[in-house]
T-cell receptor, first 116, second 118 residues
């Protein structure tokens, strides 16, 4: 048990819709990262937040956005859903600053998003 | 650019066999961190180990052992006397030791699916 929870577990949307995925980190974990994992692939980094500010971003378009809240929860929002957005979305929390790659990222169980 | 290669897509073994999962990485940084994660069918990535680039000592934890060799840019993972519960997808990942535009992203390989039969 990592103490990282995600909701919902599964979600089905249609193309063009918007979706919000939620993550709750362990208390004291100031950094949260989001990853997209397509079927049969390794997770791909979307972005990272530290103390409610974006701390880095991968190669994802602006329609992927996020928020981090003071209570260690965070959201991933995806607008104008496309079929290729179907994937497992993983949230990971880190106990420290997350800089220098020193801190281990602990993952939640993920949200399976299907876009029809 | 950073890259992690796990050449073995799938491995099947019988219980009690030893199995080694290969991981080769590419990075230009001298400070970096390597990780192994296990992903059972439930989907959650389970952290197994983290090593930094300055520590080439091999590590053993129960039936698990890791062999880090900078000369060949490899960080291989061996399971001794495999068990059915070891069946999962295993990912090797790299994180560089400097803050860059991508923050401190983990760069994952494509994973190796291990199936252990009884």
């Amino acid at each position: 048990e990592t103490g990282v929870t995600q909701s919902p577990t599964h979600l089905i949307k249609t193309r063009g819709q918007q979706v919000t995925l939620r993550c709750s980190s362990q208390s004291g974990h100031n950094t949260v990262s989001w990853y997209q994992q397509a079927l049969g692939q390794g997770p791909q980094f979307i972005f990272q937040y530290y103390r409610e500010e974006e701390n880095g971003r991968g190669n994802f378009p602006p329609r992927f956005s996020g928020l981090q809240f003071p209570n260690y929860s965070s959201e991933l929002n995806v607008n104008a859903l496309e079929l290729d957005d179907s994937a497992l979305y993983l949230c990971a929390s880190t106990p420290g600053r997350g800089s220098l790659g020193t801190d281990t990222q602990y993952f939640g169980p993920g949200t399976r998003l299907t876009v029809l | 650019a950073q890259k992690v290669t796990q050449a073995q897509t799938e491995i099947s073994v019988v219980e009690k066999e030893d199995v080694t999962l290969d991981c080769v990485y590419e990075t230009r940084d001298t400070t970096y961190y390597l990780f192994w994660y296990k992903q059972p069918p439930s989907g959650e990535l389970v952290f197994l180990i983290r090593r930094n680039s300055f520590d080439e000592q091999n590590e053993i934890s129960g039936r698990y052992s890791w062999n880090f060799q900078k000369s060949t840019s490899s960080f291989n993972f061996t399971i001794t006397a495999s068990q059915v519960v070891d069946s999962a997808v295993y990912f090797c990942a790299l994180s560089e030791g400097t803050v860059n535009q991508a923050g401190t992203a983990l760069i994952f390989g494509k994973g190796t699916t291990l199936s252990v039969s009884s």
